[in-house]
């Protein structure tokens, strides 16, 4: 995955949290129980998951530290400072910053999928923010979280919220492949969920869970517009009008596609929840089904495609 190195970046998106303490004056904070966020985005890639696999199989009170895992409360995580995006600003100027940074690769893909997204709609589009944020943050719609809580998306704010060494915990924790573009399919899931916000079609689900729930066609039509976008980002122009993203090879796909394998639920619950598979737990949908929604995305470049509300079979 490359970017056009001499293509400007736009930062004004972005908020960086980092060395707040935690999140921003005017975060609500508080207890935030199971989820973060509620329906349409919930604990983002594989927070829900990962509350799901240490309550109901390791046996973990989530209301305190997890018994053997780590994993903090969700609930204590302070109000912190406001952003401070200087850094950001100064380091993450041009596409040849995204070639060779995290965060500015970060920032690249958030304008690209921002730029592609805006050309979809027709009207009532409005971009989200993105924030952030290391070690825990209190967001304004959707309390508290920590960084165990994985990426995710907050409806009530409108907000991606993500602590950028989840990249490493990915190779580290899920064995996933990982690299450039694994980490701007996360990304791009993320604001997948934003899409169906401001459609609506969030608000078509609660917290239930199972093989065929809500929650999964929720999960997998993110993964699905992450497709989509993939699909066209080598085309989507910056501001130089010039392509933003030049290049993505087989490689970059086959990557995505091992991150979608590695945080499906079954191979979470094999592998982090002691072996054993509960598809009545299935929240994100399984390793196959991740698979299958991000290529159909990917093949068809069309959002049409990825009613998985409507479709009577999901694998």
């Known amino acids: 995955m490359r970017f056009d190195e001499n293509a400007r970046l736009d930062t004004s998106g972005v908020d960086d949290l980092r060395g707040s303490g935690g999140g921003r004056i005017g975060g ?129 704010d409108s907000e991606i919220y993500i602590d950028l060494s989840f990249f490493q915990d990915l190779q580290t924790r899920f064995g996933a492949e990982g690299g450039p573009f694994a980490q701007s399919y996360v990304m791009a899931h993320e604001y997948g969920h934003h899409i169906q916000n401001l459609l609506g079609t969030n608000r078509r689900v609660g917290n239930e869970t199972g093989p065929t729930s809500g929650s999964v066609r929720l999960e997998l039509q993110a993964d699905c517009y992450a497709g989509v976008w993939a699909h066209h980002a080598t085309t989507v122009p910056g501001d130089s009008g010039r392509p933003l993203i030049t290049d993505l090879t087989p490689a970059d796909i086959d990557a995505a596609l091992d991150t979608a394998a590695k945080i499906g639920d079954d191979h979470i619950q094999t592998h982090l929840g002691g072996g054993r598979v509960d598809e009545s737990q299935f929240s994100h949908g399984s390793s196959a089904q991740r698979e299958r929604w991000f290529t159909t995305g990917l093949d068809t470049g069309d959002a049409n495609a990825c009613d998985t509300f409507a479709a009577r079979d999901l694998d």
Do not use: H, K
């Open 28 to 156: 609500r904070g508080g207890g935030v129980g199971g989820r973060v966020a509620g329906a349409g985005g919930g604990l983002g890639v594989v927070g829900l998951i990962i509350y799901l696999l240490l309550s109901n199989f390791a046996g973990v009170d989530m209301g305190g530290m997890a018994a053997g895992g780590g994993y903090p409360s969700l609930n204590q995580v302070g109000a912190g400072q406001t952003a401070d995006n200087a850094s950001l600003e100064q380091n993450c100027a041009t596409g040849a910053s995204a070639n060779n940074s995290t965060d500015c690769r970060m920032v690249a893909v958030v304008n690209s999928l921002d730029d592609f997204w805006a050309a979809q709609f027709s009207s009532g589009f409005a971009r989200p923010r993105t924030n952030f944020f290391s070690g825990g943050v209190s967001t304004d719609g959707c309390g508290s979280a920590t960084s165990d809580s994985g990426p995710f998306y907050c409806p009530a």
